[in-house]
């Protein structure tokens, strides 16, 4: 899954643009070193726009928010709902059959409360082809995780505490469970940069995740959209079953929670196009 | 009304002779970190101007806005007290009625609706234009109805020269007076704190004179105010970064079992009710009392409130209310780190003065 990582030495030819997530409307279109072919011959070299749609399920439905009841449930049988859901992306990524990747350097948070946050049009035009996969990274990378570097993003205060390593939230997932008393007790399930409070000195890791769609090859030639759905019971489980008697609120300080949201996390999103 | 002869000396400096209505655009001037922030909110059918917020001023400062000329917005929202009530729990409105909440400090509010796009408690009110037009009519505050304002307005020598230059009419109306109250408050900003030094030398490098160093305390404060598990106040109150210390945003915090209906009066939602707007952190030291209903006096108060207080039934709490457990020194250190936060410069700013 880490496919930047593979790419790392042309990361660092291009971190000037990788890290500008304002104005740069160019693609930025990488090979992997080790690869001299890139045999794809393109007759239409138009280029298109793409748009996002960011889509939220639950028990393979669309997300309800705020019912009065706890329709979900997760892998520990554990009755939930959800009355939040904010999450940020970043760096979308189309792969070409051989080995060019093209990467938008954008991000777009998305708030379930604020209806045009749902369709992201990335900025980079994507050139006519045929894609192997499209993928994302969930957060920001850690040359996009900076402490206080987005304006509309600290506005609201999705600030990550440097206490518990800085940058900037990647999920708030919230609402309410039925704990072990079959009582409704609140869940706010926030990841961000995984602190370890029991090192001394604290240590703080990366935490974010590259995810490459599963069946996400798409043929472009015109203007397109797609859909990245959320699939929301799987935060909490596959690996890891998420127990939330015992990951209730507060998890931003708890490493091992944080890390087990990165683990699951590369099974919760799904592609799909109309 | 010395004042007023004031506000007309600086308008008619800017006028040029020749020309009867040329505004000049008003430059908000802004601390250099509120560049971490979006810019503020100015709508486009009100731009800022330099006669518009000299008359915005004099309007705010205007008795003749209450029924019996008693009492102006400043009366309950004084600059000396980042324009809240100083000390008042509730305000009196002409003939001492008594107001059913804590009049609100005034400032940043250019940025006050960014998220929940609502002023007010219970968030009445979607514009700063709007929201001056609650106080004039509301019974328990300043009694008056709008076309006589307009009328007494009109009926001055001055006022009609000022909406002239300001707006480029003479007939005065209540939605120019709104728009120019309007265009006074977007200017009052708050943004030079101890915190706000110590953030500008530690992180831009900008250096100011004195010691703008945090104290033990204060440091261990600010940590336990950003800490999730601690005292977990950044979520609902901003943080470095955010520079306003409040995220905007509808909260209940559990103050009663009982809530208020706050947000949901206006929205009749009742997942809204015992929601109010969450206030800045920016000076305390000048807005107490506490609370939509000023219950609390001192930070002491709410702090421990907030520590083991909370009413973990009210409907719509939020999840994050609960007790905190802190220590005596914690709660003390908390106090220490929220009292850098104090604009000492905001509330003698003689440009917010009459």
């Known amino acids: 899954m880490n496919f930047k990582n593979s790419i790392l030495s042309v990361l660092a030819l291009s971190i000037l643009t990788f890290s500008s997530c304002e104005d740069d409307n160019e693609p930025v279109v990488m090979q992997e070193p080790m690869s001299a072919k890139n045999t794809t011959i393109l007759n239409d070299t138009s280029n298109y726009t793409a748009t996002i749609n960011l889509t939220q399920l639950a028990n393979n439905s669309a997300l309800r928010m705020n019912t009065t009841d706890h329709p979900y449930t997760n892998a520990l049988n554990q009755s939930f709902n959800v009355t939040k859901l904010q999450y940020l992306i970043s760096d979308v990524t189309f792969f070409l059959n051989d080995s060019t990747i093209i990467v938008d350097s954008g991000y777009h948070y998305v708030d379930l409360t604020n209806s045009t946050s749902l369709t992201y049009m990335i900025k980079t035009k994507i050139p006519a082809g045929t894609y192997s996969s499209v993928g994302f990274t969930f957060g920001f990378d850690e040359e996009d995780n900076i402490s206080g570097a987005y304006t509309d993003l600290n506005t609201l205060g999705w600030n990550w505490p440097a206490i518990f390593g800085g940058g900037y939230h990647f999920l708030r997932l919230e609402g309410e469970y039925l704990d072990s008393n079959n009582t409704s007790a609140e869940f706010k399930t926030h990841m961000g940069t995984a602190s370890d409070g029991s090192a001394m000195p604290r240590t703080n890791e990366i935490n974010h995740f590259d995810v490459i769609l599963p069946n996400s090859n798409l043929t472009v030639s015109s203007d397109f959209s797609f859909d990245i759905e959320m699939n929301i019971e799987e935060w909490y489980t596959n690996p890891i079953d998420w127990d939330f008697n015992v990951w209730n609120a507060p998890v931003m300080p708890i490493s091992a929670a944080q890390k087990a949201l990165n683990s699951n996390g590369s099974s919760v999103f799904t592609f799909k196009q109309q | ?354």
């Open chain 2, 1 to 354: 009304m010395a004042s007023c002869r004031e506000d007309d000396d600086t308008v008619d400096q800017v006028m040029p002779p020749d020309k009867k209505y040329t505004p000049t655009p008003y430059a908000l001037e802004l601390p250099p970190h509120f560049n971490y922030i979006n810019s503020p909110i100015i709508p486009a059918d009100n731009p800022l101007t330099v006669e518009g917020v000299a008359l915005g001023k004099k309007l705010f400062f205007e008795r003749m806005l209450s029924r019996d000329n008693s009492i102006s917005c400043a009366s309950c929202h004084a600059p000396s007290e980042a324009f809240n009530d100083q000390g008042m729990v509730r305000s009196l409105g002409v003939g001492g009625t008594l107001s059913i909440r804590n009049a609100m400090p005034l400032f940043n509010l250019a940025w006050g609706s960014v998220t929940s796009r609502r002023f007010n408690w219970h968030g009445s009110t979607t514009t700063l234009e709007q929201q001056a037009f609650g106080p004039v009519r509301d019974p328990l505050e300043m009694q008056e109805s709008w076309v006589n304002v307009a009328s007494k307005l009109q009926g001055t020598m001055d006022y009609p020269r000022l909406f002239e230059k300001a707006f480029g009419t003479n007939i005065i109306d209540s939605n120019l007076v709104v728009k120019a109250i309007a265009q006074f408050e977007r200017t009052l900003i708050s943004g030079d704190s101890k915190f706000d030094r110590y953030f500008l030398e530690t992180q831009e490098g900008i250096n100011i004179p004195g010691d703008n160093s945090l104290t033990p305390a204060e440091s261990r404060g600010f940590d336990i105010f950003m800490a999730e598990g601690s005292g977990d106040c950044f979520h609902c109150h901003g943080t470095p970064f955010q520079i306003l210390w409040t995220t905007n945003e509808f909260v209940n915090n559990g103050l009663d079992a009982n809530p208020d209906s706050g947000l949901a009066w206006i929205t009749k939602n009742a997942l809204d009710v015992g929601r109010f707007k969450t206030p800045s952190l920016r000076n305390l030291a000048f807005t107490a009392p506490y609370m939509h209903d000023g219950r609390f006096a001192t930070l002491d108060e709410v702090v421990e409130f907030y520590n083991s207080g909370v009413n973990v039934n009210s409907p719509n709490i939020d999840g994050r209310q609960k007790p905190r457990n802190l220590t005596v020194q914690q709660k003390a250190d908390l106090i220490a780190f929220l009292n850098t936060l104090n604009d000492s410069s905001f509330v003698t700013n003689p440009a917010f003065r009459p």
